[in-house]
């Protein structure tokens, strides 16, 4: 995998606002002091329309105000979360059920495609030199002396001045070397009027023009879609070795949480999160199943957590842990390994938490419970880590340079994800607005955004007009 060294952890700088765009140098693991204004630039367009200024700075602790022992950047806590996970072992699927993963072998053909010599199109099979000099104003004619179709398994033959009518796929004939399209004649049946012939192997599929015996027609790393799966079938594969889809199991914490077929009491919210971040999973291309709400009860926790433990490939838990102590589920999972706690310099959801857990040492992912915060906290931190457990090489989603449409603040130290909706400019270029004005509810404001806006922690306002970080949300993206 490309970025990992020996040991399996991943190294190297991994700026999530920047993935597709030239590396920056690398920021410093401490945050920035000082603060840094983005204006418009003069390679910016002008943006039309209103641009009402969103909510001022958010009010965070100051990054330096937190123990150095529990704040770190997001770049330290995703490498932290990359070099950890799993390289589940390559196992062996259906060809259908194998779409979307990567292949895990070279696949070598043992057999040529095509398997025969045949017909590329519609038409008449004959000798190139019979229909060298044909011309739409002098046609040659030759004696049609029988048809060849698809699924035909007896040989024919033909010799000068003959031709025979083939279908596509059908076997050529022995002694032709070309085929005629059948609009470029009259389309005879007794004897056929060629107005223009085709060079020698024209419209001809030469046995094992595609794939030849001992070929690898399917390579490792390759990503199995319809073509492949085409390929696999014509050389008789069943099954082939495929990196699988991580195993993710998505939890809940909080006693407040009732399930989606309850109607909630005062104090109580509805689990979101288990839902939100299961479907999530599964766009990242995860085998994510959904547990629900962590019991309170402290034996039953217990036991579910470890059972959890047996069945994944890693755990995801939402939930809002205590700030300097523990509460019921952190200690349940500080009994079963290291499990730590820690400030992320990141908005919204700075409070994150990461371990490796019981006997097998699964990754587990604590991210908070308010639902914009878990769903970003998933996009920065678990959707790369499901992908580099399905072997993909692109990590994160693809960024672009867009032209903030109105004034954005952010809180200084912390590096900012804000929902917004992203569109082209008619001059060229992208335009980015955050979405609604505060006012709504958050998650109506999340359901209607496609991106998120990206600003860095050195940066407390961005000018309307300046140019801004965008991560377009796109499904299975």
């Not at 019979?130 to 739409?136: E, I, N, Q, R, S």
């Not at 001045?161 to 083939?166: E, F, L, P, Q, T």
């Not at 030469?206 to 015996?213: K, Y």
């Amino acid at each position: 995998m490309d970025g990992e060294d020996s040991t399996g952890a991943y190294r190297g700088y991994r700026d999530t606002a920047q993935v597709d765009m030239p590396m920056a140098p690398p920021r410093p693991s401490v945050p920035v002091r000082g603060t840094r204004r983005v204006t418009p630039t003069q390679a910016s367009r002008p943006v039309p329309g209103p641009r009402a200024v969103v909510d001022g700075p958010i009010p965070l602790p100051a990054a330096e105000s937190v123990p150095l022992d529990r704040i770190c950047t997001v770049e330290r806590h995703l490498d932290e979360i990359l070099g950890a996970v799993p390289q589940p072992h390559p196992i062996e699927l259906a060809v259908l059920d194998a779409q979307g993963l990567l292949c895990a072998e070279d696949v070598e053909s043992q057999r040529a495609l095509p398997a025969f010599d045949q017909a590329a199109l519609e038409g008449y099979a004959v000798r190139s030199d019979d229909v060298a000099g044909a011309l739409p104003q002098a046609p040659v004619e030759l004696a049609v002396v029988g048809e060849s179709v698809a699924g035909a398994g007896t040989p024919s033959s033909i010799g000068p001045g003959m031709a025979i009518r083939v279908a596509a796929g059908s076997m050529m004939p022995a002694g032709a070397d070309v085929v005629v399209p059948a609009v470029w004649t009259d389309q005879g049946t007794v004897r056929v009027a060629v107005h223009a012939g085709p060079p020698a192997g024209g419209y001809v599929r030469r046995t094992g023009d595609d794939v030849a015996p001992g070929d690898a027609a399917v390579q490792v790393g390759t990503p199995i879609g319809p073509a492949q799966i085409s390929l696999l079938a014509a050389m008789g594969r069943e099954r082939v070795l495929v990196r699988p889809r991580p195993r993710i199991v998505v939890l809940s914490a909080g006693p407040e949480l009732v399930d989606i077929g309850t109607v909630p009491a005062p104090g109580q919210v509805v689990d979101v999160n288990s839902y939100a971040l299961a479907a999530a999973a599964r766009d990242a291309g995860a085998e994510a199943y959904r547990s629900g709400i962590l019991p309170t009860d402290p034996r039953r926790l217990s036991e579910v957590l470890e059972s959890q433990l047996l069945r994944s490939d890693l755990v995801l838990i939402a939930g809002t842990f205590a700030d300097g102590g523990f509460d019921q589920v952190q200690e349940a999972l500080a009994a079963l390994g290291d499990m730590r706690f820690r400030q992320v310099t990141m908005h919204p959801g700075p409070a994150q938490g990461f371990g490796r857990l019981g006997r097998d040492q699964i990754p587990v992912i604590c991210i908070p419970g308010e639902p914009v915060a878990a769903l970003v906290a998933f996009e920065v931190f678990v959707r790369p880590a499901i992908r580099l457990m399905l072997g993909k090489r692109q990590l994160f989603r693809r960024t672009v340079q867009a032209v903030a449409g109105q004034q954005l603040s952010s809180p200084l130290g912390y590096r900012q994800y804000l929902h917004g909706t992203v569109m082209r400019h008619p001059d060229g270029g992208y335009v980015v607005e955050p979405v609604g004005d505060g006012t709504e509810a958050l998650m109506a404001r999340m359901a209607r955004a496609n991106c998120l806006i990206v600003i860095d922690e050195d940066v407390t306002e961005v000018a309307a007009g300046g140019l801004v970080t965008v991560m377009p949300l796109l499904l299975g993206g």
